[in-house]
């Protein structure tokens, strides 16, 4: 397809250009691309509004208005559509939820009462944010006032302001972005949360988790009391028995939630047993692995030391652990340490671990008929760095303690790094919406008072 111009926007031959910017169906053009131009644009201008001699602040306060207005517009409509695609995910009906308006009071109202209606998560976030908005919408609710010096009558905007303070302004610019940014990531996260599928129609996952925890004590220690404490929970959380059961299932297939109303959840393949053997064979081949480290080198040293009789005595012996992997370990096991590994890059959800083992076994029939190949994905695997770290973050965060004690008894890691390291992940997988709660509350703390006016005479 040839590329549009016009008089206004030419268009030169790439190799006398290099300042081509992609619009349109080359490169991204959503709501976050706009809101983060207008957002952007704002920002420089309310630099040069407050830095530049030259600059006439009375004539850039209205561009500056405008984009953050906007910006503010386009993060709103970008919430909503993530909104809907979290209530398709729970099931719900999404078209009387999709607006055109460029109200701000009226997209604001339907982001507030959809987002805490779906998830009350939303609540803490939206009470920060709300300020900022009904303060932009009071200036400008319809995305006139800084556009144009007058409305369609012929009355003058901004008439009862006067004045617009833009040190003032820069400081909630500043706390605005921040918290936007703190919601843009909540809603990242949430996605991939219900794309996990572990909700229900009615319960969000946060909901199940609490669900879980309040009748724990029930199946693991009172049974007789199980129907009195479903009757509380369901009553609290305003759900049918069907919809109880349906986040038991959901409770019962978590790695996370399990353990609190039964057995703890397995993993699929790998035992205690396969994972003793693993280690046994990867200290043989970290023990014959060269350690720049251990001494000084130089380049001429380590070309030298390649092909060298230790050099040779050291790839023989790594090929020997592979060998005997390959040889002892069925190929499910070996997918499923390596599913561990790369898990521990986003150690959330464990709906994602199962998902990353799905996409994993896909190669099994591939990797059992061709020996060379599985050993080929071995010796990838047994060279990455810091491989059993990672492997027990995997494992200490989807609640395997039996294989993490496997680990400990292999002496490759030492018991205080294990303890940091359970410290550490338990705190993240305790909820991964607590972070953004602190951060939450750091930014209020940090957020800007206006001060007192002195009315003394």
């Excluded at 607006?99 to 998830?119: G, K, M, P, R």
């Amino acid at each position: 397809m040839a590329n549009y111009e016009n008089f206004m926007f030419p268009l030169l031959p790439r190799h006398f250009s290099g300042m081509n910017a992609c619009v349109g169906n080359n490169g991204t053009s959503d709501l976050t691309t706009y809101a983060n131009g207008y957002e952007s644009a704002a920002e420089y201008l309310l630099g040069l509004a407050l830095k530049s001699r030259e600059a006439h602040a009375d004539e850039l306060i209205h561009p500056i208005s405008f984009n953050i207005r906007h910006s503010i517009e386009l993060r709103l409509k970008g919430w909503l559509d993530c909104i809907c695609k979290f209530a398709e995910l729970r099931g719900r009906d999404v078209d009387s939820m999709r607006t055109a308006t460029h109200n701000l009071s009226e997209l604001w109202q339907i982001f507030e009462q959809l987002s805490t209606s779906l998830d009350d998560r939303y609540s803490e976030l939206v009470e920060v944010l709300k300020p900022y908005i009904c303060g932009l919408a009071d200036m400008d609710n319809t995305g006139e006032t800084f556009r144009y010096p007058k409305t369609l009558n012929r009355e003058q905007h901004l008439s009862s302001v006067s004045i617009i303070n833009l040190n003032l302004l820069a400081i909630r610019f500043i706390e605005l972005k921040k918290i936007t940014k703190i919601i843009s990531n909540f809603n990242d996260s949430l996605l991939r949360e219900y794309e996990g599928n572990t909700h229900t129609k009615e319960l969000s996952w946060a909901q199940i988790k609490w669900l879980s925890e309040q009748v724990s004590d029930c199946y693991l220690s009172n049974p007789t009391e199980i129907k009195s404490a479903i009757e509380n929970v369901t009553a609290n959380l305003d759900i049918s028995n069907r919809e109880y059961g349906r986040a038991m299932a959901i409770i019962k297939e978590d790695f996370l939630l399990s353990a609190n109303v039964g057995p703890q959840k397995t993993l699929k393949f790998l035992t205690k047993k396969s994972l003793d053997y693993f280690l046994n064979e990867y200290k043989k081949y970290e023990g014959a692995e060269f350690h720049f480290s251990d001494q000084e080198i130089t380049t001429e040293d380590y070309l030298e030391y390649l092909g060298s009789d230790e050099d040779r005595a050291r790839r023989y012996s790594q090929a020997q652990c592979i060998k005997a992997i390959s040889a002892t370990l069925k190929v499910e096991e070996i997918i499923e340490l390596t599913t561990l590994y790369y898990f521990a890059d986003n150690l959330s959800f464990s709906k994602g671990y199962e998902e990353s083992l799905e996409i994993g076994l896909r190669s099994r029939d591939f990797l059992s008929n061709e020996p060379e190949e599985l050993e080929e994905c071995l010796y990838h695997l047994l060279s990455k760095t810091p491989l059993i770290r990672r492997v027990t973050s995997s494992l200490i965060y989807l609640n395997q303690f039996e294989l993490v004690d496997v680990v400990l008894a292999s002496e490759l890691m030492a018991k205080s790094d294990i303890s940091d390291l359970n410290s550490m992940v338990s705190a993240q997988k305790e909820s991964w919406w607590s972070p953004i709660l602190e951060k939450i509350e750091m930014f209020k703390s940090q957020q800007f008072k206006l001060p007192q006016s002195d009315n003394k005479s």
